[in-house]
């Protein structure tokens, strides 16, 4: 790893202990370098190497809002989060809708530890999750209708969703308190969907009782669904989503090992009942 990019790496978060359901991934994770310089993070840009550029991103002081058809809205800072939720590592697989994976060892709680902490309603059916932004710090991809995208970005979930087991804030990876081309300093990880269902760098989450618009099903809603589950026989209109390739050295992707695609990136037996 170079200098400059290992200097990106987050503090240690020591102590936290490893969720031995989520210990094997059955594949070894991605080395940190390869997963902490190849990144979509098209607030900072549109190629994969933004991870510099990605440093610009405020994350001190950061408050997080919880609001919407809960019965206590909050509005956390990062302390607040990570000392009222445990914290645990889990090894999930990645999946991006570009047909590349990796394996990432991340660090953070469950959803389902947050939503009883804010008690939804029975009104809620859908969850909003808003990214930062800044258009003075966040340009946006390098094209001359950036700024014309619906930003901030946006992601959404049932509550179904967020309740299952598998979705997860991060607020850490590698052992490490999350890098900001990660999407520190909380993200969003559910590991059975596309990797654009992860909003990276969340400062609301609103309950909702409408599905909300999310920023990549806005922009092109033939190829990028709202639920975006990973499937290996539903094609993207521009690519077979039948194989994937595994991050490796980020010049020579031709030379990544590739593999077939899992129905649900492999998680099935954890929420096929939700899509039933």
């Not at 889990?90 to 590349?100: D, L, M, Q």
């Not at 959404?156 to 309740?163: C, H, K, P, S």
């Not at 559910?190 to 409408?210: D, L, R």
């Not at 709202?226 to 290996?232: G, I, K, L």
């Amino acid at each position: 790893m170079n200098a400059d990019l290992e200097h990106t790496m987050g503090e240690p978060l020591p102590g936290v202990s490893r969720n031995r359901a989520f210990a094997n991934a059955g594949r070894e994770p991605t080395p940190q370098a390869y997963a902490s310089s190849y990144n979509n993070y098209y607030e900072f840009g549109g190629s994969k190497d933004i991870w510099a550029s990605a440093q610009a991103l405020p994350t001190d002081p950061w408050r997080l809002e919880v609001t919407g058809l809960v019965k206590n809205p909050t509005t956390y800072d990062l302390a607040d989060l990570t000392q009222r939720f445990d914290l645990e590592e889990r090894i999930y697989r990645f999946r991006c809708v570009e047909a590349w994976a990796m394996v990432v060892p991340w660090i953070g709680f469950p959803m389902r530890a947050l939503m009883a902490a804010v008690e939804p309603t029975a009104a809620a059916k859908y969850v909003r999750f808003t990214s930062f932004y800044d258009p003075a710090v966040t340009p946006g991809p390098n094209f001359g209708f950036a700024r014309d995208l619906p930003w901030p970005y946006t992601e959404g979930l049932t509550v179904d969703e967020m309740a299952n087991e598998l979705a997860f804030f991060a607020v850490g990876v590698y052992g490490r308190t999350l890098p900001k081309q990660h999407g520190a300093p909380v993200r969003m990880v559910v590991p059975w969907k596309y990797g654009f269902k992860g909003a990276k760098s969340i400062v609301k989450i609103e309950f909702v009782a409408e599905q909300p618009a999310t920023y990549w099903n806005t922009l092109a809603p033939n190829e990028y669904k709202f639920e975006a589950n990973v499937e290996p026989d539903v094609p993207h209109p521009r690519w077979s989503q039948a194989k994937e390739r595994l991050v490796g050295e980020s010049t020579a992707l031709f030379t990544w090992e590739e593999q077939p695609t899992v129905i649900y990136n492999g998680y099935g037996d954890y929420v096929a009942g939700l899509y039933a």
